[in-house]
């Protein structure tokens, strides 16, 4: 038990890289995934159908699978990029794809009258884009979106799977010396549950109190 | 040096991948099964329960939710065996995690289910006489069933795409498979880009019959 108490700040650092995956993959595929959300919805066929297929395979295939495809795969493109930078881009691609569901979604809902309404009024696309859809769209878009960061943090354990120490991993290796597996999982589950259950939380607080606009 | 591609021994030894990928359409289905009847077992306790059963119910799948199933499969395999002084063998315990996984997602999917039932309905069958246990029954589970199918479909594919993870405790599905021929050929991209479409042809065409099969029975 000393052993375990004495581990913490070895857990702490674990936590921190697990943050910091996390924080970038969560950054990288919010750009990405709301330029390409609104490419699917707005853009000609010629960008609906590339990012169509990118978002249906992504989602198709298991994450573990994508991280060792993209881990392994780049070097054959000539990109030597370091484990923790191929798994950053692992993640994010597949958190990507997942975002530009979430954006099609929450943009396809706000009624098709409100886009003419400010066309009408002569607003260029971006400003119809900026002012009129975006203000709406952003309380649909927000809970399916803490949804994807819970889900980017726990998929953020995989990234122990290419040697990068995480908190998993961190937890594994202190199992490794200790040899008490139990409390330290359990300590490991309660540090993932306290970061997720505050993002979740916050998800449900936001659809309630969006939920009283209704169309 | 140009690096090429040679599949000659992935076709070799292609049976790993092939009968993991029936273990792995295994794993998903029997997990999806026990799942269910975790799921609607804690669904109705959740609806019919006072507040230290809501408490717990939810506790459960709040808990498995918000923790990583890497975590999870380590927690079972490693993990409780150590405390509960016995063993057993890796399938045996992915099965176990991926139910506990999958039950957590069912009581969500039963509870909005139950709630969705029209209360017109369960009024009509107490028009025209029948017990609370003839109405659940007969009018109460049968429609949830069938107002749930698109859910269920869903979360079997994920669960599908889930199994995965099992090759990290070393049962022989689709991804072990692939890590086994990775270290005796070290032809790494070649069996990923084998791997990667037999997992994504087999989740959509799952998809796929699922949703003919839901055309036929589904309410929404």
Do not use: C
Not at chain 1, 34 to 49: A, C, D, E, S
Not at chain 1, 185 to 206: D, E, K, P, Q, T
Not at chain 2, 124 to 134: D, F, H, R, S
Not at chain 2, 196 to 215: H, K, N
Request: zero cysteines.
């Amino acid at each position: 038990m000393l052993y375990a108490i004495r581990s913490l700040p070895f857990l702490w650092e674990g936590l921190l890289i697990t943050l910091k995956v996390s924080g970038l993959v969560v950054s990288f595929s919010l750009i990405a995934g709301l330029i390409l959300g609104i490419g699917i919805v707005y853009g000609p066929r010629w960008v609906y159908w590339p990012i169509r297929i990118y978002s249906d395979f992504l989602r198709g295939i298991p994450l573990l699978v994508l991280i060792f495809f993209i881990y392994y795969g780049l070097p054959l493109f000539g990109l030597n990029f370091s484990n923790f930078a191929s798994v950053v881009v692992a993640l994010a691609a597949f958190e990507a794809a997942h975002i530009i569901e979430v954006v099609r979604g929450a943009i396809q809902s706000i009624p098709r009258g409100q886009n003419e309404a400010a066309k009408a009024i002569g607003l260029r696309f971006t400003q119809r884009l900026l002012f009129v859809i975006a203000p709406q769209a952003v309380r649909r878009f927000l809970p399916p979106w803490i949804n994807a960061v819970v889900d980017t943090v726990k998929g953020s354990a995989l990234v122990s799977l290419v040697g990068i120490v995480d908190l998993t991993l961190a937890i594994q290796q202190v199992i490794g010396r200790t040899y008490i597996p139990m409390p330290l999982y359990i300590l490991g589950a309660i540090m993932y549950f306290v970061i997720n259950y505050v993002l979740s939380s916050a998800s449900r607080l936001l659809e309630a109190r969006f939920a009283y606009i209704r169309e | 040096m140009k690096y090429h591609l040679t599949y000659d021994f992935i076709w070799g030894h292609f049976d790993r991948l092939g009968w993991g990928l029936v273990l792995s359409l295994e794993l998903a289905f029997i997990s999806i099964l026990i799942g269910m009847a975790i799921g609607l077992s804690l669904a109705l306790a959740y609806t019919g329960g006072g507040r230290l059963i809501r408490g717990a119910v939810a506790a459960y799948v709040e808990f498995i939710r918000n923790v990583p199933l890497l975590l999870l499969v380590y927690l079972l395999f490693y993990g409780v065996p150590s405390v509960g002084g016995f063993a057993y063998d890796a399938t045996t315990s992915f099965i176990v995690t991926l139910s506990v996984y999958a039950g957590a997602t069912m009581v969500e999917v039963f509870r909005a289910g139950l709630a969705a039932v029209p209360r017109g309905l369960i009024d009509a069958g107490k028009a025209i006489g029948l017990t609370g246990w003839q109405r659940m029954i007969w009018v109460r589970l049968p429609t949830m069933f069938r107002i749930v199918l698109p859910s269920l479909s869903n979360a079997f594919v994920s669960l599908f795409k889930d199994t995965s993870l099992a090759s990290v405790i070393a049962v022989p599905e689709l991804t072990y498979g692939a890590q086994w021929i990775n270290t005796n050929s070290f032809r790494v991209i070649e069996v990923w880009s084998v791997v990667a479409p037999m997992y994504l042809v087999t989740g959509y065409g799952l998809l796929f019959l699922l949703q003919r099969l839901e055309r036929r029975y589904v309410v929404h």
